[in-house]
């Protein structure tokens, strides 16, 4: 019903004001009687409220068109077609995986999403005492750059750069732009699965990346971010952890299980599990915070002694200005 609303433009056209009935029936091309028994359900879902002979998103919707759940429901319309379903869940446990990217023509809804999603969980992150004395934050697979922001705001002596795919770094640079900080926050291309992390940081964020991967490429991640980080560097990891927050895991939490086996990453790892491939990286886990607000987890950690040797930046990975 979501979708179909989205193909037939009402939810783009509520984002912009409450219609009538006849408005919406008009614009979307089907009649009037239909439309109302098509709006009484979307109401009965959540997604409408009726006020008087007008029709509006629901809160959570209503915001704007791209600052709402919207994209998030774009996204997950696309993975219910692509792989979030009962094809790719048994090409998963048969051994595919598939690329952890978002397609394409989804990368400006994942990247809105981002930042609404960082505006919840980046002053949690932000309160980290850790940051306090550093100058060039990593910001690995990045996206929109919500947390660089946040983070370059509240501790002026940090620069950032944010690692990201190219057609998702031409959202960032809008959201640096805007946030007047093209000068502190520079966008490098960068693959998450292959790319070494370029020297001279001090710290380095991942935050939504390790459930994109196996265990295998979470250990290989890891190890790239150790490379290019000195001995009691931070690294800070913001992701779900179930089993870590108190309580049963949330409704929110099993979908994103079942998108994590979808898509072959498996993942679900304790605290144990995930500190041992910390260690074998290289970095040692000192503090894991459960955010309740959020049902994510926050880890501390820091680079330990005996760090692998350095790669070499990539040709592909060079910096440049927001």
């Given at each position: 019903m979501i979708e179909a609303a989205?193909?037939?433009?009402?939810?783009?056209?509520?984002?912009?004001?409450?219609?009538?009935?006849?408005?919406?029936?008009?614009?979307?091309?089907?009649?009037?009687?239909?439309?109302?028994?098509?709006?009484?359900?979307?109401?009965?879902?959540?997604?409408?409220?009726?006020?008087?002979?007008?029709w509006a998103l629901d809160e959570v919707l209503s915001?704007?068109?791209?600052?709402?759940?919207?994209?998030?429901?774009?996204?997950?319309?696309?993975?219910?077609?692509?792989?979030?379903?009962?094809?790719?869940?048994?090409?998963?446990?048969?051994?595919?995986?598939?690329?952890?990217?978002?397609?394409?023509?989804?990368?400006?809804?994942?990247?809105?999403?981002?930042?609404?999603?960082?505006?919840?969980s980046a002053p949690h992150l932000a309160r980290l005492p850790l940051w306090r004395d550093r100058t060039h934050l990593a910001d690995l697979a990045g996206g929109s750059?919500?947390?660089?922001?946040?983070?370059?705001?509240?501790?002026?002596?940090?620069?950032?750069?944010?690692?990201?795919?190219?057609?998702?770094?031409?959202?960032?640079?809008?959201?640096?732009?805007?946030?007047?900080?093209?000068?502190?926050?520079?966008?490098?291309?960068?693959?998450?699965?292959?790319?070494?992390?370029?020297?001279?940081?001090?710290?380095?964020?991942?935050?939504?990346?390790?459930?994109?991967?196996?265990?295998?490429?979470?250990v290989g991640l890891l190890g790239r971010v150790r490379a290019a980080l000195a001995e009691g560097d931070p690294v800070v990891v913001h992701d779900f952890m179930p089993g870590v927050a108190a309580g049963e895991p949330s409704p929110e939490e099993a979908a994103s299980a079942i998108d994590w086996l979808a898509n072959g990453s498996g993942f679900l790892p304790g605290p144990d599990e995930l500190g041992s491939e910390f260690t074998a990286a290289g970095i040692s886990v000192r503090t894991v915070t459960p955010i309740a607000a959020t049902r994510t987890t926050v880890v501390s950690a820091a680079c330990t002694i005996g760090p692998p040797d350095r790669q070499p930046v990539p040709s592909g990975s060079v910096e440049r200005k927001a």
């Open positions: 989205d193909q037939l433009g009402v939810l783009a056209d509520l984002a912009r004001g409450p219609l009538s009935l006849a408005e919406i029936a008009d614009r979307a091309g089907i009649e009037p009687a239909v439309a109302q028994k098509f709006l009484a359900i979307l109401v009965w879902n959540g997604i409408l409220h009726q006020n008087g002979d007008r915001a704007d068109v791209t600052s709402g759940a919207l994209p998030l429901l774009r996204i997950e319309g696309w993975a219910a077609r692509d792989h979030l379903n009962a094809t790719g869940i048994v090409a998963a446990l048969r051994g595919h995986r598939r690329p952890p990217e978002i397609d394409d023509g989804f990368v400006g809804e994942l990247a809105e999403a981002m930042l609404r999603g960082a505006r919840a750059g919500g947390y660089a922001i946040l983070l370059c705001r509240m501790y002026p002596g940090l620069r950032a750069t944010v690692y990201d795919r190219p057609e998702m770094l031409e959202h960032t640079a809008r959201a640096v732009a805007d946030a007047g900080l093209a000068d502190r926050i520079a966008l490098a291309p960068w693959d998450l699965r292959g790319d070494s992390v370029p020297a001279g940081h001090d710290c380095a964020l991942l935050s939504h990346v390790l459930h994109l991967l196996d265990a295998p490429a979470r």
